[in-house]
T-cell receptor
């Protein structure tokens, strides 16, 4: 089984809808991250969490919120989706060094 | 903030050697990572440098000069499967574990 899983893998939604992306990990890491990736722009950090009680905004947090339900679970919500949130979203975990990424969620907002 | 620069695209021939450069400007440098990302897939870790010098791992090597704000990833004996995007990421000593990624270099390996 994969160490970092994301659900759903693909999602098409309409403008204004609320959507939640979920991430689970079995690596036992305290640190978890959410990124979005747009063509040609690399990975941009949305939110990160260094333990269950610690939530921090990244460079592009506007329009997003997160919840760290447990050490193993970190979810990302779009309260009211807009088309420019169409992107590939990655969850990642780390133990202070390299990051381990989930397979990604491809989100399309129409 | 941090500025991380990498070439957007590179092309090389199967069996050859290619060097992908990364320059950065940051305060409180605390490590540099290289990741490989195949199209549509998750990034995977390649290397980590925190001290000056060369780290070798099989066909891949990574070099760091902290005084110059410079790193490179060296790929030897290129294979077609090495066609991918290569991401440079810099970590600072504030909030250790949080890294900023460059936009990546897309490498195309041709026969």
């Amino acid at each position: 089984d994969a160490d970092v899983t994301q659900t759903p893998r693909n999602r098409i939604t309409k403008t204004g809808k609320r959507i939640m992306l979920e991430c689970s990990q079995t690596k036992g890491h305290d640190r978890m991250y959410w990124y979005r990736q747009d063509p040609g722009l690399g990975l941009r950090l949305i939110y990160y969490s260094f333990d269950v009680k610690d939530i921090n905004k990244g460079e592009i947090s506007d329009g997003y919120s997160v919840s760290r339900q447990a050490q193993a679970k970190f979810s990302l919500s779009l309260e009211s989706a807009i088309p420019n949130q169409t992107a590939l979203y990655f969850c990642a975990t780390s133990d202070n060094y390299e990051q381990y990424f989930g397979p990604g969620t491809r989100l399309t907002v129409t | 903030g941090q500025n991380i620069d990498q070439p957007t695209e590179m092309t090389a021939t199967e069996g050859a050697i290619v060097q992908i450069n990364c320059t950065y400007q940051t305060s409180g440098f605390n490590g540099l990572f290289w990741y490989q990302q195949h199209a549509g897939e998750a990034p995977t870790f390649l290397s980590y440098n925190v001290l000056d010098g060369l780290e070798e791992k099989g066909r891949f090597s990574s070099f760091l000069s902290r005084s110059k704000g410079y790193s490179y990833l060296l790929l030897k004996e290129l294979q077609m499967k090495d066609s991918a995007s290569y991401l440079c990421a810099v970590r600072t000593n504030t909030n250790a574990g949080k890294s900023t990624f460059g936009d990546g270099t897309t490498l195309t390996v041709k026969p």
